[in-house]
T-cell receptor
Framework: AQKVTQAQTEISVVEKEDVTLDCVYE???????LFWYKQPPSGELVFLIR??????QNEISGRYSWNFQKSTSSFNFTITASQVVDSAVYFC??????????????FGKGITLSVRP | DAGVIQSPRHEVTEMGQEVTLRCKPI?????LFWYRQTMMRGLELLIY????????DSGMPEDRFSAKMPNASFSTLKIQPSEPRDSAVYFC????????????FGPGTRLTVL
């Protein structure tokens, strides 16, 4: 069964610090997809990134970067030079391809990030 | 482009009343999902439609919950009768190709049942 673990529940940093949000997943599939979503205090869920299991290249988008390591089943998210607007709950999620119609998007419990000015 | 649209954004009702939540997916998306978010249980998938057909409703809590998708641009989630434990944020999401594709979420409906 697929599972996503976000062991950190709350992180508090001071503005301009770098912060890494950890995500560890479990799956028996060889083909799967990993996602990160952001939920700011306003409540909406904002898509950040989708990676498939065959693409282990790290990705950078502005101050955001993602480190995908199949060897450790991790898909960690780093925010460089954090800003107050980064304060949100961040969810990691996993979807298995082989389950077909029964595939589910499984979310982790989320990490609450607070960035203090 | 318009994102997923949900209405109402907030709903307060009394126990026993019928509640209807509405969703308009992103144009061109053929998969639609209803989720519920609570502090205790996190994000739970309630039901998944593909091409307007319900594919997986195993997450629907009980018979009080029902969902329909009469056409590609509209879906409803109905709770009848509502109970205080149904209080949660209900999200609708859509994707262009099923569950492994990126799901884009609506703003959610915050439901409070008194």
């Amino acid at each position: 069964a697929q599972k996503v673990t976000q062991a950190q529940t709350e992180i508090s940093v001071v503005e301009k610090e770098d912060v890494t949000l950890d995500c560890v997943y479990e799956t028996r599939d060889t083909t799967y997809y990993l996602f990160w979503y952001k939920q700011p205090p306003s409540g909406e869920l904002v898509f950040l990134i989708r990676r498939n299991s065959f693409d282990e290249q790290n990705e950078i988008s502005g101050r955001y970067s993602w480190n995908f390591q199949k060897s450790t089943s991790s898909f960690n998210f780093t925010i460089t030079a954090s800003q107050v607007v980064d304060s949100a709950v961040y969810f990691c999620a996993l979807s298995e391809a082989s389950a077909g119609a029964n595939s589910k998007l499984t979310f982790g419990k989320g990490i609450t990030l607070s960035v203090r000015p | 482009d318009a994102g997923v649209i949900q209405s109402p954004r907030h709903e307060v009702t009394e126990m026993g009343q019928e509640v209807t939540l509405r969703c308009k997916p992103i144009s061109g998306h053929n998969s639609l999902f209803w989720y519920r978010q609570t502090m205790m249980r996190g994000l739970e998938l309630l039901i998944y439609f593909n091409n307007n057909v319900p594919i997986d409703d195993s997450g629907m809590p009980e018979d009080r919950f029902s969902a329909k998708m009469p056409n590609a641009s509209f879906s409803t989630l109905k709770i009848q009768p509502s109970e205080p434990r149904d209080s949660a944020v209900y999200f609708c999401a859509s994707s262009s190709q099923g569950r492994t594709d990126t799901q884009y979420f609506g703003p959610g409906t915050r439901l409070t049942v008194l």
